[in-house]
């Protein structure tokens, strides 16, 4: 999902902040209660065939997460630190235990890389502070760690780079195949993963808070529909990240749109031309090192004209044949990493976008409980209040809509029966 960059004035310190209580719709909780227990061991987790377990305590782990991906960048000024307590905090209170973030700023306001090879220290140390409150909460992260979209440079600054630095370069899509832009790309990766933690003083490869990392945010390469180019990628980009990190699960952060692999499922795609944007879900997920499937859901904009209706049908027949690929190809669990339904043009409700929300919610706990398949759901997106500037129109805040609150939460409660 393309999203803004935050209009926030930058601070040049990044002073821990102290804990804060939080009375969230009645139910009293405080930030003290949600912190685990010091002898409790934070075991990392890790696949098992098409389901995760976490290592040390071999139970299984379900993914029941959020998006809320500014939190690095909040992080990095006092001023709105205080939301990503809170954004952590309130998720935590409902239940949820994985949060989905970036891990990248690419050039441009609060960038992490300011050039190649270049960090910014004052950003890295805000990343640290989102892995460490995370962990303090018993929050798992899916760090991604760059992006397709142009916000927040992505794919696009690397192009630029590249440019300035004299590289010949036609396209976008040269990301995905130029020896330059990839050296620049396993540079930062390099840089993040190897990193230490200066809060926990833990490298992040070693930290079992971090539950996968994503190689890229909703990668397209339209420029090859074969998807040759785009599979290279994935393939040694994997084998690079594994090559540094081999503890934590990996995923490719692809929207699941089928390919030229499996021409008979070209039909569940949205619409034709999603399955000619260089991405193939099955052939991508084969690739050696991809722990997680992952699969995105926007039927609001993929399928602008249709009925209340037609969306659940979607999400359904969306959903089942990925489980099902997931489950019965790939043997993999499936990671819905973003879906939402936006309320801004007023087409939608909350009521309609709950019931969006728990047919998806539905389509997995189904299919777990038959014992098929492990993974989760991610929600795009949850926040704070006192974030609303950055709602893009699928933005959840707790104490505005208490309904939903309660639907997340009596989803957490059926996870763990």
């Known amino acids: 999902m393309m999203c803004p960059a935050p209009a926030t004035a930058r601070s040049t310190t990044t002073p821990r902040i ?176 190897s990193r230490i933690n200066t809060i926990t003083n833990e490298a992040y490869k070693d930290d079992p808070t971090i539950l996968a990392w994503e190689l890229i945010n909703e990668p397209r390469c339209p420029s090859d529909p074969s998807g040759d180019t785009l599979q290279a990628w994935i393939e040694e980009m994997a084998s690079y990240v594994k090559s540094i990190d081999t503890m934590h699960l990996v995923e490719i952060g692809i929207e699941g749109y089928y390919g030229p692999s499996t021409p008979e499922l070209l039909l569940v795609n949205p619409d034709d031309y999603s399955g000619h944007v260089g991405t193939d879900f099955i052939r991508n997920h084969q690739a050696m090192g991809i722990d997680l499937a992952s699969v995105h859901i926007y039927s609001d904009t993929w399928l602008p004209d249709s009925t209340e209706e037609s969306h659940v049908q979607f999400v359904n027949t969306w959903m089942q044949q990925h489980i099902d690929d997931a489950a019965n190809l790939l043997g993999m669990p499936i990671v819905i990493g973003e879906f939402g339904l936006s309320l801004k043009d007023g087409k939608f409700e909350n009521e309609f976008r709950e019931t969006f929300m728990q047919t998806v919610y539905n389509n997995f706990l189904g299919s777990w409980e038959s014992g098929m398949i492990g993974g989760g759901c991610l929600l795009w997106q949850l926040f704070p209040e006192g974030a609303e500037h950055m709602d893009d129109g699928y933005a959840v805040i707790f104490v505005k809509s208490p309904s939903t609150f309660n639907l997340l939460a009596n989803h957490s409660r059926k996870l763990e029966c």
């Open 18 to 193: 102290p804990l804060l209580p939080y009375v969230l719709l009645g139910l009293a909780s405080t930030v003290m209660s949600l912190e685990p227990d010091a002898e409790e061991e934070w075991a990392a987790v890790e696949r098992r065939g098409a389901h995760l377990v976490t290592r040390a305590a071999e139970r299984p782990f379900i993914i029941h997460g959020f998006n809320t991906y500014w939190l690095m960048s909040f992080a990095a000024d006092e001023a709105t630190r205080p939301r990503v307590t809170a954004a952590i905090a309130e998720a935590a209170g409902a239940g949820l235990n994985v949060c989905r973030t970036w891990a990248f700023a690419d050039g441009g306001y609060h960038a992490l890389q300011t050039a190649p090879f270049c960090y910014d220290e004052v950003v890295f140390q805000a990343l640290d502070f989102v892995v460490s409150e995370a962990r303090r909460y018993k929050m798992r992260l899916i760090l991604s760690l760059c992006n397709n979209w142009e916000d927040y440079g992505g794919k696009a600054q690397y192009v630029r780079w590249g440019k300035e630095a004299g590289v010949d370069l036609t396209s976008d899509d040269d990301f995905f195949s130029d020896p330059t832009l990839k050296g620049y790309y396993k540079a930062f990766v390099e840089a993040v993963l």
